[in-house]
């Protein structure tokens, strides 16, 4: 099965029905901010021993939370008061807030220029589904229903933390912001390659934000989506983006290369053939061969129904088994929807360099696939960029290949 | 195989739901006739609101569009995005199996999803509490599901993207499948936007002061603000080539477009970033200021919109500022769709040759200057070449995407 995905993929290619290789893009810094920590590798660590973030829901609202398992950013305002500040804040809310400070992370471990024609690509779902609901109950419950707080307005629109983020940092360049769901992590990846391709910004900040609050977590809970035993979650994750020919250009160096992020739709097929077949299609376009791929980072964990789709999707399209290394991040920091993937991939960077050397070279696929038919696959790897080595950039000293 | 950008691309099926008519053939016959087809709420409660009118799509039966798709399943801006797309397909001519077959996929742009959901599911709180909120509803509130919809509408097995770039999202959404059609990794892509009427943004704008009455009257001395709309819009992208062989009808190529950031304020918009903004997409197009014929303007009818549009178009083009209209004045401010339903009349403008136009001015607002033509009234006969189509956002999400007449 995987030989035969593999050949349609590379058929496709040469009928012109599926797009060359392309440029790779470098990862050139990552942050987090997660219930296992603010650091990649601390989330990586707890990723790989199976340990959960933190359950602790104190302060995140009066409405009573659903019977079922949370992972929650511990002392989020705390956080962010040390990172970020309070001062013109205080508006800002907790979508926002994780955004803002995946991004001061990724900023602040990022060794090259930022100035204005740095962008933000950011994967969301409904934006803050807790700002907008008590927005629109502010409209039911006052005496009369457009005594809402002008100020909180903002908040109610999807692209707010991107917006917010932009005008912290002065980044002029490309801001989007798309509502992937579960495939934010590769679209956003997709988008920013088109934007850096087009030259619509030098580097850009893609990552993803999803806030645990009472609306998310009964909805997750009412929709019988997820397992029993599987918690609602909340993180962010931010890669800084850059063409790989221009860091290595620089003398600069990265933590990973990405080198292809496609999504399909399932249609009339199953869910399973069609994650293997954007799997095969993601690996010919990498220029990589299916026994070369020794991590993938699933994306689907504790999603009833799609999880073994996932899995057996994966060994199809890798000649029939899992690679060695499994990253599965849900446990440890719950169901985190939109920001699901790209906490898959800061997991599997934050393994990588935990690893040092002895991660060199690695092929790594991520993936993604929804419910609703989308199906996506990222592949990164560790080798070098251009003739520079891989080595230290935004998760601080000693890096790969050091 | 092509690399990135070779490849020309056009536009050669429109699709829109909106307050002004069902199809691309209404819409665009009561956009050029100038008349405002907004009105008053009928699809949530006003009760306690001083300003009741909205761009309001009346009468829609998803049942009479969808044929895949069970409108039961899917929110109301999913529906608009799906009707649209699906007319936009059966504009172009092209079967369905064709490009069901075909390399192709969907990219929606939209303010606030599924805010019609939302608003339900708060209800469900309000009556009783979080626990009580139906699991369809649940599942059918993610934005994402917009351009979900288009592809299952329509069985396609390409990308589904939604954009929530506010405002501007449609716009966001046509550059994003133009680079798509045009660098080969896609032959098809239906780009467009959707957007749904909410309680809580009529009630968000009118507290920040930005709602008119009745009227809306982008450049008019008098202009009170902006009115909600709602509705779907979808272009059909494919390859000049593709279209040509198979006998289409171009209604415009897209040239180009350009994305930026204000980084400034998240509600006020910035001239200096708009204007670039429109230098880089002229840039992106490969066209001068003196090429631009017609500007279908962001134009939301608030004074702080109208002096920082007209600032920005002074910066670049000098004092021959090309003619400038709104056709929110007509359908109101459909938000995520706003830019797409501009795009649309941009390609209807280029095809049929008019100028459409500014409804409601009386007095062009003497503090925006000289040479600001809004063409008031209804649609001018004109024949422009290139035209300019604007959308700015919350956020300081700036996009503009040039068009041009297929030669």
């Not at chain 2, 009105?39 to 009468?59: L, N, Q, R, W, Y």
């Not at chain 2, 998240?266 to 001239?271: K, L, N, S």
């Amino acid at each position: 099965m995987s030989s035969a995905t593999a050949m349609v993929a590379a058929e496709e290619v040469a009928s012109g029905h599926a797009p060359g290789r392309t440029a790779a893009l470098a990862v050139t810094a990552v942050g987090v901010a997660t219930p296992a920590g603010l650091d990649p590798v601390e989330l990586a660590r707890a990723v790989l021993a199976g340990r959960q973030g933190s359950a602790d829901t104190e302060g995140l609202g009066d409405e009573a939370l659903p019977p079922r398992g949370a992972r929650v950013v511990p002392e989020l305002q705390n956080a962010f008061a040390e990172h970020i500040g309070r001062k013109g804040n205080r508006h800002l809310d907790r979508t926002t807030r994780l955004g803002l400070l995946a991004c001061q992370f990724a900023l602040e471990g990022h060794t090259g220029p930022v100035g204005p024609r740095t962008g933000v690509v950011l994967g969301t779902s409904t934006g803050s589904i807790r700002s907008s609901s008590e927005y629109s109950m502010e409209t039911l419950r006052q005496d009369r229903p457009y005594l809402v707080n002008p100020s909180l307005f903002p908040n109610t629109v999807m692209n707010c933390a991107a917006g917010q983020i932009a005008i912290r940092h002065g980044l002029k360049g490309v801001n989007a912001t798309l509502a992937g769901g579960h495939l934010a992590g590769v679209q956003a990846l997709r988008y920013a390659r088109n934007a850096l391709r087009q030259g619509h910004a030098d580097r850009l900040l893609v990552g993803g934000v999803e806030e645990y609050c009472a609306q998310s977590a009964w909805g997750w809970h009412r929709s019988g989506a997820l397992g029993i035993d599987a918690p609602v979650g909340e993180g962010a994750a931010f890669l800084m983006i850059e063409p790989a020919a221009a860091v290595h250009a620089a003398g600069r160096r990265g933590l990973a290369r990405i080198l292809a992020c496609e999504t399909a739709f399932a249609g009339g097929r199953g869910l399973g053939d069609a994650l293997a077949a954007v799997i095969g299609a993601a690996l010919v376009r990498s220029g990589k061969d299916p026994a070369e791929v020794q991590a993938v980072s699933l994306g689907s964990t504790g999603q009833r129904g799609l999880e073994l789709v996932e899995q057996r999707a994966v060994r199809a399209a890798l000649g029939g088994r899992l690679p060695q290394r499994v990253i599965r991040v849900k446990d440890t920091v719950g169901e985190c929807f939109s920001s699901g993937g790209a906490l898959q991939i800061a997991a599997l960077l934050g393994a990588w360099q935990d690893q040092g050397a002895a991660a060199a070279g690695e092929t790594a696929v991520v993936t993604a696939v929804s419910q609703e038919g989308q199906v996506g696959c990222v592949v990164l790897d560790t080798n070098e960029l251009g003739t520079g080595e891989l080595g230290a950039g935004g998760l601080g000293a000693g890096g790969l290949g050091d | 195989m092509s690399e990135p950008g070779t490849r020309r691309v056009v536009v050669t099926g429109l699709g829109a739901v909106s307050s002004a008519g069902i199809g691309a053939a209404e819409f665009t016959a009561a956009i050029r006739a100038g008349a405002p087809t907004t009105s008053e709420i009928s699809s949530f409660d006003t009760t306690g609101f001083p300003h009741v009118h909205a761009g309001e799509v009346k009468d829609f039966e998803p049942r009479e569009w969808l044929r895949r798709i069970d409108p039961g399943q899917w929110g109301r801006s999913s529906q608009f995005a799906a009707s649209a797309a699906r007319l936009a397909v059966a504009d172009a001519g092209l079967a369905e199996e064709d490009l069901a077959a075909a390399r192709a996929g969907s990219v929606m742009g939209t303010t606030s999803g599924e805010s019609a959901v939302i608003e339900e599911l708060v209800a469900e709180w309000a009556a009783d509490s979080l626990k009580s909120m139906t699991p369809g509803r649940v599942a059918a509130a993610p934005a994402g599901r917009i351009a979900v919809a288009v592809n299952h509408e329509l069985g396609l097995t390409g990308e589904a993207l939604t954009l929530a770039t506010a405002c501007s999202a449609s716009n966001y959404a046509l550059g994003y499948a133009y680079d798509m059609v045009a660098g080969g990794d896609a032959d098809y892509m239906l780009a467009g936007g959707a957007d749904s009427l909410n309680r809580w943004a009529h009630a968000g704008f009118f507290r920040l002061g930005a709602l008119a009455e009745e009227v809306c009257r982008p450049f008019d001395v008098d202009r009170s603000g902006i009115l909600t709309a709602e509705g779907g819009v979808a272009l059909l992208l494919e390859p000049y080539e593709r279209a040509v062989a198979r006998g289409a009808r171009m209604y415009a190529e897209v040239l180009g477009y350009s994305v930026n950031c204000d980084a400034e304020h998240m509600v006020h918009p910035d001239p200096t970033s708009i204007a670039a903004c429109i230098r880089d997409a002229h840039r992106n197009a490969g066209v001068t200021p003196e090429q631009i014929d017609y500007i279908c303007a962001h134009g939301t009818g608030t004074r702080t919109n109208d002096a920082t549009e007209v600032a920005a178009a002074r910066e670049v083009f000098g004092d021959r500022i090309p003619p400038i209209s709104s056709i929110k004045s007509i359908i109101g401010h459909t938000m995520g769709a706003a830019s797409g339903f501009g795009a649309l009349i941009c390609c209807q403008a280029l095809y049929e040759g008019f100028l459409p136009p500014t409804a409601n001015v009386e007095q062009v607002d003497p503090a925006l200057g000289a040479g600001v033509d809004p063409v008031p009234g209804s649609a001018r006969p004109a024949r422009p070449q290139v035209v300019e189509n604007h959308g700015f956002a919350f956020g300081g999400n700036n996009a503009i995407t040039i068009l041009g007449r297929v030669s």
